[in-house]
């Protein structure tokens, strides 16, 4: 019975927390793999798009829930994705006519294009800040949990109560619909397979007539659409607050890095490899290990190797022995 409560345990902790997590991190890392293998440059200001992203779900859900509207049991931000998809696809590609358009007809190096999404980066921030504030905003609505932890606990008679919140279960059913959704439009659509000729080789692809603004106009589509899910999913698991998407930069880049730069497969399990190795360092494992081993065996401690406030030290340190180990991630990207 104990082992079954530690499972329990575990399951609450680190399982669903960390395939939750992992399904956000995993999206917003294909945005950022998908620009730099078709566009050829690292999007920083990818982090703020998602930001973006979910203040117009944030607004569009309020437009909704005002008009009476809503999803039954599940969160009314799903209804509104669709209109927070393509204002966002309408920023980014405004973003790219002005600013990034410039530069690749310049044929500039990826580094300049790099930079200049650094200053795309700090003007979004300032015009998300305009628009919702930086106070945290919870816009989550619907069923609370998909499993209650009372009734888990009324079915097995365990001490231990499971309990998944419906954003987490949404975030894992979305992320696993969206994935299938982008392959197999890379793989089975005539665009799709644009791209990726595209990002093969540019001048074979040129000399085959495939129009390079279709394809730059469809990326930057795409990696909106994956911000903006990405974002709205993370804020109703965590609340939305302006600066955390800043700070979650650098987890999805070492998502993308990890798994191999440049590889949506690899994007995928590098996001489940970071947001697994952030819980489980930062998890405090005094409540699961109680179940295994007398409490007396324990001390006064929590068993946590490092607090929760380390979660971007973790990601930072990952990225970096991968860097020295395999540059190339586990996919072998670019």
Known sequence: MDLLNALVAFANFVLVPGLTY????????????????????????????????????????????SWGISAGPLPTALLALPLAIATTALMVLGTDRVVYRFYRRQKARPIILMIASVGVMFVMNGV???????REVKFDDGARFLLAPADFRATTGLAEPLAIRTTQ???VVVAVLCVAALFWFLNRTRTGKSMRAFSDNEDLALLSGINPDRVVMVTWIIAGALATIAGTLYGLDKNYRVFVYFGMLLPIFASAIVGGLGSPIGAILGGFVIAFS??????????????????SWLGEGLWQALSTDYKVAVSFVILIIVLLVKPNGIMGGK
């Open 278 to 295: 952030e819980i489980l360092v930062t998890n405090a494992w005094r409540k699961i290990l109680s179940y295994l081993v007398p409490e």
């Open 169 to 171: 279960a949404v975030s």
């Open 128 to 134: 998300v800040r305009m628009i919702l504030g930086t």
């Open 22 to 65: 992992g399904s956000q991190l995993a999206l917003g890392a294909l945005g950022v793999t998908l620009i730099f293998a078709v566009l050829r440059f690292s999007n920083f200001a990818h982090g703020d798009t998602m930001a973006f992203g979910t203040v117009m779900a944030i607004l569009f859900t309020w437009l909704l829930q």
